[in-house]
T-cell receptor
Framework: AQTVTQSQPEMSVQEAETVTLSCTYDTSENNYYLFWYKQPPSRQMILVIR??????QNATENRFSVNFQKAAKSFSLKISDSQLGDTAMYFCAFMIDTGTASKLTFGTGTRLQVTL | GAVVSQHPSRVICKSGTSVKIECRSL??????MFWYRQFPKQSLMLMATSNEGSKATYEQGVEKDKFLINHASLTLSTLTVTSAHPEDSSFYIC?????????????FGDGTRLSIL
């Protein structure tokens, strides 16, 4: 079974600063997908970024980028130029492509607070 | 694109009532939808995978007779919490993946906050 670990229950960062959220996972599979989802106080789940394991290049989406270390099974999220609207729970998620029923496995989440 | 609508957003009802939650994919077809439960300050727990035209696949420990899932069309799945009790109070979220794109991310509804008095 796959597991996803987020070791930082809570983090805080000042506006305009950079913060990194950590995520590690455990799997014996070679081909898989990794995601970061954001859940603001409204509780809507918003996809932030995704990474295919077969790609060596780290994914980036504007201020969000990942550091994907396949050998170490690590998938950290870096948020640059933090904004107040980034305040949310962040969930790391893992998925193996098994067809239409491919399931997501979520980590326990990191609560990020962006302060003035 | 890829919008998932979940209704209702909030339900408050008496113990013993059955509650139906709808999950619709508005601009795409979804052979598979997923139902999650989230307790306060915790992660999402997958309850079941909803399959269009066939029986849902439930995760271990989830009562099939308690949480009835129907996926009658390619755009609609429903979760019915039967004879709800206070311990069923929670936040329920659905998600859907576009048919034919098994490696694409799931798109989530806005969730339903269920409170049983």
């Amino acid at each position: 079974a796959q597991t996803v670990t987020q070791s930082q229950p809570e983090m805080s960062v000042q506006e305009a600063e950079t913060v990194t959220l950590s995520c590690t996972y455990d799997t014996s599979e070679n081909n898989y997908y990794l995601f970061w989802y954001k859940q603001p106080p409204s509780r809507q789940m918003i996809l932030v970024i995704r990474q295919e394991a077969y790609k060596q290049q780290n994914a980036t989406e504007n201020r969000f980028s990942v550091n994907f270390q396949k050998a170490a099974k690590s998938f950290s999220l870096k948020i640059s130029d933090s904004q107040l609207g980034d305040t949310a729970m962040y969930f790391c998620a893992f998925m193996i492509d098994t067809g239409t029923a491919s399931k997501l496995t979520f980590g326990t989440g990191t609560r990020l607070q962006v302060t003035l | 694109g890829a919008v998932v609508s979940q209704h209702p957003s909030r339900v408050i009802c008496k113990s013993g009532t059955s509650v139906k939650i709808e999950c619709r994919s508005l601009d795409f077809q979804a052979t598979t939808m997923f139902w999650y439960r989230q307790f306060p300050k915790q992660s999402l727990m997958l309850m079941a995978t909803s399959n269009e035209g066939s029986k849902a696949t439930y995760e271990q420990g989830v009562e099939k007779d308690k949480f009835l899932i129907n996926h009658a069309s390619l755009t609609l799945s429903t979760l019915t919490v039967t004879s709800a009790h206070p311990e069923d109070s929670s936040f329920y979220i659905c998600s859907a993946r576009e048919t034919g794109n098994s490696n694409q991310p799931q798109h989530f509804g806005d969730g339903t906050r269920l409170s049983i008095l």
